[in-house]
């Protein structure tokens, strides 16, 4: 049985099934490059449409009234899109309102999970920025896992469980110091402060901790057992520091939104109303780059009207995607992994 990175790869993009690049749209790029992305591929749909139709451009857009429809539903469209999510961000935003003794409650429980940390981290108080905060977790592990390696090397175990040992401690000690590596100088509100977090891969490593301390608890002795016991307690905080911070960062990101939607808006809302009061198409006969004038007018006109949908979309694909790769906390792992440590355990 082993424990490395094989069975169940440490980075996210490890664990990520088929091309890394889409994973690096999905949550690396920058938004506004997704939005300029998403933008392009709509503006270059509607000419590659307008422009490989068998009847012509302008025929199509001059028979009916096309262009005023397609106006008028974009100014309604932007207008109740843009109103819902606000009105959603402000039911999210609203769980940080309460009565006083909620907030209590609140405060409490978050004091008591740093004085958790803290012992378990050694230090008299746990630092109070994030990416230092799960920086010190991480360590803590690396530590924990050091020191069952040390009683382990001073006990006589059998050979095979301490080789399996050896790789289940080194896995996490090399997992723990890449990302703490990575979360140093993090700024929370950025993505980095999360990814560091998802690329530590805890969940596999609690499980393997437990099922380890579970099916030699006869062998190991009990310096190694409660070395063991203390890296899997350790691991245990992890979790729920790890569901807290993604938490915040989703509510800054959803203010984010709320904002550069309001931005956008405007504007969108200028170029739509615009083409819908003055956009004639029958003024622009001309063909440029063998385009009709009027289908390249009408592609950059429908692409600006919908910037709000784009930049929604922009930020969204990150969320889900995200909430997707962490809906199980603890010793859950959603997604296929080589079930061999579990055959040779039973």
């Given amino acids: 049985m082993t424990t490395d990175s094989g069975e169940s790869r440490d980075t996210m993009r490890g664990r990520a099934a088929g091309d890394t690049r889409l994973l690096w749209f999905l949550l690396d790029a920058d938004r506004w490059i997704v939005t300029a992305l998403l933008s392009g591929v709509l503006f270059f749909g509607v000419l590659a449409a307008g422009h490989l139709h068998p009847t012509p451009a302008m025929t ?3 028979r009916g009234d096309p262009v005023e429809t397609l106006f008028q539903a974009l100014i309604t469209g932007t207008i109740t899109a843009v109103t819902l999510v606000l ?3 402000q039911l999210v935003l609203s769980q940080e309102l309460g009565a006083v003794g909620d907030q209590r409650e609140r405060m409490d429980g978050s004091m008591q999970f740093r004085a958790d940390v803290a012992d378990a981290i050694d230090t ?3 630092p109070a920025e994030p990416s230092a905060f799960l920086r010190s977790l991480v360590r803590g592990t690396a530590e924990r896992a050091e020191n069952a390696q040390n009683a382990a090397e001073e006990a006589a175990l059998d050979d095979d469980l301490s080789a399996l040992l050896s790789n289940y401690l080194a896995d996490v000690t090399s ?3 890449r990302v703490t590596d990575q979360l140093d100088g993090g700024t929370f509100g950025e993505f980095d402060v999360v990814k560091a977090a998802l690329n530590y891969n805890y969940s596999w490593k609690l499980y393997a901790g437990r099922r380890i301390r579970e099916a030699y608890a006869d062998e190991l002795t009990d310096e ?6 203390e890296l899997v307690e350790t691991l245990e ?6 569901e807290h911070f993604k938490t915040l960062y989703f509510q800054w990101e959803l203010s984010d939104l709320s904002r550069t939607l309001l931005y956008v808006a405007i504007p969108a809302l200028t170029v739509a109303i615009t083409s819908l009061l003055f956009l004639d198409v029958q003024d622009f006969v001309g063909v440029t780059a063998g385009v009709s004038d009027a289908l390249w007018l009408l592609a950059v006109t429908a692409t600006g009207s919908l910037l709000p949908f784009t930049v929604l979309i922009s930020y969204v694909l990150r ?6 790769r962490t809906l199980a906390i603890g010793p859950f792992i959603l997604r296929e992994t080589n079930r061999s440590v579990d055959v040779d355990w039973e």
Avoid: E, H, Q, Y
């Fill in 87 to 89: 009105t959603l961000n």
């Fill in 175 to 177: 997992n723990a110091d």
């Fill in 237 to 242: 905080l992890f979790g729920p520091a790890r």
């Fill in 124 to 126: 008299p108080v746990s």
């Fill in 60 to 62: 199509l857009l001059t």
């Fill in 224 to 229: 190694v057992d409660d070395s063991l016991a």
């Fill in 319 to 324: 969320i889900v995607t995200i909430t997707k």
